[in-house]
């Protein structure tokens, strides 16, 4: 052991329910900063379960999670799948300003392209191309490119039918 204790939040989510972790942080809402900055860190087991609840107890566009919004994009590509995925729900919640948007659809297509990642993961990275792609049309084609047989292959047919319709809705909303 190093001697690092662990905190109240730690403990809570890696002993608690989701509901009880949701109620701590309801009860305990200094915390949410500590939670931001375990969801960022790599710190795991308490990384990707702080970035699980973040995304059930933040508001939209939650001007607490704004001010890390880089942070999370910047350090997405280095997080493992399950983490990752639920950082992208936290992102998904938030108004993404153009500055961040090229970053983020890159770091989205490469999620998209590796075939053998999680499919729920995949998935919440193309929900983020199609909402890029609603500000700049001019990126549909790519995303178009991204459906091939090779990129959709290894989804379960409710995943291509969920992507299908993401794609129908970013076509028509025209």
């Known amino acids: 052991m190093t001697g690092n204790k662990e905190t109240k939040?730690?403990?809570?989510?890696?002993?608690?329910?989701?509901?009880?972790?949701?109620?701590?942080?309801?009860?305990?809402?200094?915390?949410?900063?500590?939670?931001?900055?375990?969801?960022?860190?790599?710190?795991?087991p308490y990384s990707w379960r702080a970035s699980w609840l973040l995304w059930s107890c933040m508001h939209k566009n939650d001007k607490r999670v704004s001010k890390y919004l880089k942070q999370i994009i910047d350090?997405?590509?280095?997080?493992?799948?399950?983490?990752?995925?639920?950082?992208?729900?936290?992102?998904?919640?938030?108004?993404?300003?153009d500055e961040y948007e090229g970053q983020l659809f890159e770091s989205c297509v490469e999620i998209w392209k590796q075939i053998g990642k999680n499919q729920s993961l995949r998935c919440n990275a193309f929900k983020i191309l199609v909402t890029i792609s609603k500000k700049h049309p001019s990126l549909i084609r790519e995303i178009n490119m991204l459906r091939e047989p090779y990129y959709t292959q290894t989804l379960s047919d409710c995943a291509k039918k969920s992507i299908s319709q993401l794609m129908n809705d970013l076509t028509t909303s025209d």
């Not at 350090?75 to 300003?97: A, T, Y």
């Open 9 to 44: 939040l730690e403990h809570i989510l890696t002993n608690s329910h989701k509901a009880e972790m949701i109620a701590y942080m309801e009860a305990h809402p200094k915390d949410f900063t500590e939670a931001i900055q375990l969801a960022i860190a790599d710190k795991q």
């Open 75 to 97: 350090v997405l590509p280095e997080r493992k799948d399950n983490q990752q995925r639920e950082l992208l729900m936290i992102i998904q919640r938030m108004e993404l300003n």
